[in-house]
């Protein structure tokens, strides 16, 4: 498809979110790098989000559109930032989840490092966790790491690397700079992560594609803030065992994928197998669990 130069496609899924959109819009507005578009993506809303971004896009036509899914549906931040992309037209796409917020220089860097690593197909960096939008918070705010930043990955470093399997932290979706041609190399983010089966980690499957497919760029400095809060999916499943349950998913995804992929390479490999093999077995969650917290220490 045709792409306009320099242009820099922002896709932003929204469902019931009207607590924290209109911070989240006003962050894209504040972008120091002007050459964007903004695709508003109304997955089955039934609060106020939807008339939030329609009055944004009617005060924005030129930078602003809205779409949703036919009938209204809820389809998935996986459905739903794929179907973004179909509309998009940019040289570069970006995700912003609707709870998050960009720092104002966000775009400009990384288009900047986009630019001067003409290899990288994704940007990405440490973002931090956002507590103190919440003056109940007990916790700070901090900056988990990822990769060390100011250098390109080229495949399959970062997998092996980064979290589930190594020490490295994994970014988070509103961090990401794309090219377009390497969104539609990866193949976009995969939908068999949906709320009709499991959806927590489905930002690993995204980034065990591009780990795997194209060269990626760590910045040193964090450009977002991920909100932290009770109602977000992390924190409703965090040490529970439904986050068992979302991990078996991801690790028998992850297997099919690396078989399709013909993957050969014996660190990858192992990598896998040393996290990944309880999943595989028909272990009661409770175990599985264990088994983490056991392995977690060991590699202390």
């Known amino acids: 498809m045709h792409t306009t130069p320099g242009l820099v496609s ?31 993506i109304d997955d089955g ?21 809205i779409f949703e899914h036919a009938g209204h549906a809820n389809l998935g931040v996986t459905r739903t930032r794929n179907f973004g992309a179909e509309h998009a037209g940019g040289e570069f796409l970006a995700f912003l989840d609707a709870d998050d917020v960009w720092l104002p220089g966000k775009l400009e860097m990384q ?26 918070a007990e916790e700070r705010n901090h900056v988990p790491p990822v990769a060390p930043g100011g250098r390109l990955y080229f495949p399959p470093e970062l997998l092996a690397a980064s979290y589930p399997f190594g020490t490295f932290g994994a970014p988070c979706p509103s961090s990401f700079l794309l ?37 990626v760029y760590v910045t040193e400095q964090h450009t977002d803030r991920y909100r932290c809060h009770a109602t977000s999916i992390w924190h409703r499943t965090k040490r529970t065992t439904r986050d068992e349950a979302e991990r078996r998913f991801y690790f028998h995804w992850l297997r099919g994928y690396l078989h399709q992929q013909r993957m050969t390479s014996p660190e990858i490999l192992r990598a896998v197998r040393r996290v990944a093999w309880p999943y595989w077995l028909p272990l009661p969650s409770r175990v599985t669990h264990l088994l983490r917290r056991i392995g977690n220490r060991l590699s202390r």
């Open 179 to 215: 090219r377009r041609t390497a969104f539609d190399r990866i193949g976009g983010f995969v939908e068999d992560f949906r709320p009709s089966t499991y959806q927590l980690y489905e930002d690993a499957a995204f980034l065990t594609k591009a780990y795997l497919n194209v060269p």
């Open 10 to 40: 922002v896709i932003l899924p929204f469902h019931n979110c009207e607590r924290f959109l209109p911070e989240t819009l006003e962050s894209v507005l504040a972008q120091t790098y002007s050459h964007w578009e903004l695709l508003l």
């Open 45 to 65: 809303a039934t609060d106020g989000s939807t008339r939030i971004a329609a009055d944004y896009a009617a005060h924005y036509p030129q930078n602003i559109r």
């Open 111 to 136: 288009v900047a490092a986009m630019q001067a690593n003409p290899d990288a197909g994704l940007v990405c960096g440490p973002s931090e966790y956002w507590h103190d939008w919440d003056a109940n």
